[in-house]
């Protein structure tokens, strides 16, 4: 069971967050919802049986990483806010993401799945979905009645496209995957693979050529197919700190 404390001055929004989490698929109980950084900092004081905090930053009485200067958290958080500003502040704490209002509940899922795959040791072996385990070192790729055979560090970069999965090497070569880019997300357990947005998860050597593309996201020309795409604004923040790590 994931515990969930959601931490939002709109009654509207904090409504539409729990209605989203009630109908994912995973064992989710909300603890709490809280709407001020005084109640907020009066309730956890005094309570740590939760997981997992939803939290938005502007609150009715102030700023909310204004709680971090009367309390120690160390508990996960998805930020949940209208401002992108705030992104650095964030995962300076256990910040497991960043959603940008208005959420979307296949964002909010990913960030539930990035949760588990980070703090919950009992995640689902999706391995078995992919017909994968944790030693292999390559994909299997059957096209009409050929094989061919992929090794993990050979892929440039992973995207869908009309709800088809598709790998590009670093040679160029194209092959259609059976697996969901969700799954292949959390089955990577390569740090120089990044997910850009809903459609990519590249590799840090796939980046050719990269630019502004407005104040926060950024445009990034892949090798070897010189294929123009951007960086989702939700994943910009995280992006630019991956790049450097």
Do not use: C
């Not at 971090?68 to 993401?97: C, G, M, N, Q, W």
């Not at 009409?144 to 995207?159: A, E």
């Amino acid at each position: 069971m994931i515990r969930i404390i959601i931490i939002e001055d709109e009654a509207a929004a904090a409504e539409r967050l729990e209605k989203m989490l009630m109908t994912m698929p995973f064992d989710i109980k909300i603890i709490k919802i809280l709407d001020s950084v005084s109640d907020s900092v009066a309730f956890l004081s005094t309570e740590d049986n939760f997981d997992l905090l939803l939290m938005d930053i502007h609150l009715s009485d102030g700023n909310s990483f204004d709680i971090f200067k009367f309390l120690t958290i160390r508990k996960p958080i998805i930020f949940t806010t209208a401002y992108d500003e705030y992104a650095l502040d964030a995962f300076k704490l256990y910040a497991v993401d960043y959603l940008l209002k208005p959420i979307k509940k296949d964002l909010l899922e990913m960030s539930i799945k990035k949760y588990q795959q980070i703090f919950n040791p009992k995640l689902p072996d999706y391995s078995k979905l992919t017909n994968a385990t944790p030693s292999q070192k390559r994909w299997m790729i059957k096209i009409g009645h050929q094989i061919r055979i992929v090794d993990y560090h050979d892929v440039s970069y992973y995207f869908t496209k009309e709800k088809i999965t598709y790998l590009i090497t670093f040679e160029g070569k194209k092959y259609p995957l059976d697996v969901p880019l969700e799954q292949i997300e959390l089955h990577i357990k390569d740090n120089n693979y990044f997910r850009i947005n809903r459609q990519y998860i590249i590799h840090f050597q796939s980046i050719g050529h990269m630019s502004t593309h407005t104040k926060s996201r950024v445009r990034i020309m892949l090798k070897p197919t010189d294929e123009e795409v951007v960086v989702s604004t939700e994943r910009s923040p995280i992006f630019k700190k991956w790049l450097i790590k």
